[in-house]
């Protein structure tokens, strides 16, 4: 029997790394997707029966390269739509160009993925996909309004995803996973001081991954890892929008 294959896209590093690794130990096959092919090469060679497939999600072309290897996957069990950026800045000052570009990857790499991958699973009657969001998904924030939207935006289609499974009584399963803050290089490349996030209320990629795939087996639909960010998005659900006001307030005056 051929092994069960897993794709994991953004796998070069952070999360999509620790997917692979965990995942290859559960005996799973790895096709990792990410730009940056010498990183990608490098850790499927570390690894059992894994394959590097570069790809620039945020074009159409890339994202076709990906559905192609999808479609001639029967043997794929997993998606692990990973791939992600941000950007920084006041919507209508940061660049148009980057914003499409982190939605291209959010939103539409992920619909054409999950759509690609879906429609295999569905007739073989397995299979599941997870679609890496975020706790700003639950809420917004001043300088991140496309990050938190486009996060928001996985949260709500993989629920309704969900809705269309069960009520086909499907046991392909769908997965949001929204960390917190997490130890990986995506702060840097963001430009983000790290110092300047208090040391609570950071997690470990190896944590965060964790309690994917235990929420993964049991069948959860949104995955907070943590306790702490599970109070947090608790509380977020029920926060007006004017305590949102006040909160930036505050902030932006600190900075002052």
Same mark, same amino acid.
Not at 88 to 107: E, K, N, S, T, Y
Not at 120 to 139: D, K, L, P, Y
């Given at each position: 029997?051929?092994?069960?294959?897993?794709?994991?896209?953004?796998?070069?590093?952070?999360?999509?790394?620790?997917?692979?690794?965990?995942?290859?130990?559960?005996?799973?096959?790895?096709?990792? =997707?990410?730009?940056? #092919?010498?990183?990608?090469?490098? /850790?499927?060679?570390?690894?059992? &029966?894994?394959?590097?497939?570069?790809?620039?999600?945020?074009?159409?072309?890339?994202?076709?390269? =990906?559905? @192609?290897?999808?479609?001639?996957?029967? %043997?794929?069990?997993?998606?692990?739509?990973?791939?992600?950026? *941000?950007?920084?800045?006041?919507?209508?000052?940061?660049?148009?160009? *980057?914003?499409?570009?982190?939605? +291209?990857?959010?939103?539409?790499?992920?619909?054409?993925?999950?759509?690609?991958?879906?429609?295999?699973?569905? #007739?073989?009657?397995? %299979?599941?996909?997870?679609?890496?969001?975020? $706790?700003?998904?639950?809420?917004?924030?001043?300088?991140? =309004?496309?990050? !938190?939207?486009?996060?928001?935006?996985?949260?709500?289609?993989?629920?309704?995803?969900? /809705?269309?499974?069960?009520?086909?009584?499907?046991?392909?399963?769908?997965?949001?996973? !929204?960390?917190?803050?997490?130890?990986? #290089?995506?702060? &840097?490349?963001? %430009?983000?001081?790290? @110092?300047?996030?208090?040391?609570?209320?950071?997690?470990?990629? +190896? &944590? $965060? =991954?964790? &309690?994917?795939?235990?929420?993964?087996?049991?069948?959860?639909?949104?995955?907070?890892?943590?306790?702490?960010?599970?109070?947090?998005?608790? *509380?977020?659900?029920? /926060?007006?929008?004017?305590?949102?006001?006040?909160?930036?307030?505050?902030?932006?005056?600190?900075?002052?």
């Amino acid at each position: 029997m051929p092994r069960k294959l897993a794709l994991i896209t953004g796998a070069s590093s952070g999360i999509g790394e620790t997917f692979a690794r965990k995942l290859a130990a559960r005996g799973y096959a790895l096709l990792l =997707v990410a730009r940056r #092919e010498d990183r990608l090469q490098r /850790l499927a060679s570390e690894l059992p &029966d894994a394959e590097a497939l570069a790809a620039d999600l945020s074009t159409s072309s890339g994202i076709s390269k =990906v559905e @192609n290897a999808i479609a001639s996957s029967p %043997g794929l069990e997993l998606l692990v739509n990973n791939a992600g950026f *941000g950007t920084l800045g006041r919507f209508w000052q940061a660049p148009l160009a *980057g914003q499409q570009q982190m939605l +291209d990857v959010h939103i539409t790499a992920i619909m054409r993925l999950t759509h690609a991958a879906l429609r295999g699973m569905t #007739e073989r009657g397995r %299979g599941a996909v997870i679609s890496v969001s975020s $706790v700003a998904g639950f809420n917004q924030s001043a300088g991140n =309004v496309m990050y !938190c939207s486009s996060k928001a935006w996985i949260n709500s289609f993989t629920l309704g995803l969900d /809705l269309e499974l069960r009520g086909l009584n499907s046991p392909v399963r769908v997965q949001a996973l !929204c960390p917190g803050f997490t130890v990986t #290089e995506f702060h &840097d490349t963001l %430009g983000v001081n790290p @110092n300047l996030i208090p040391r609570w209320l950071w997690m470990t990629a +190896d &944590d $965060v =991954v964790e &309690d994917s795939l235990r929420g993964l087996d049991r069948g959860d639909v949104i995955v907070v890892p943590g306790w702490k960010y599970k109070a947090i998005v608790a *509380g977020m659900r029920f /926060l007006p929008m004017s305590a949102l006001r006040r909160i930036q307030k505050l902030r932006r005056d600190r900075r002052v």
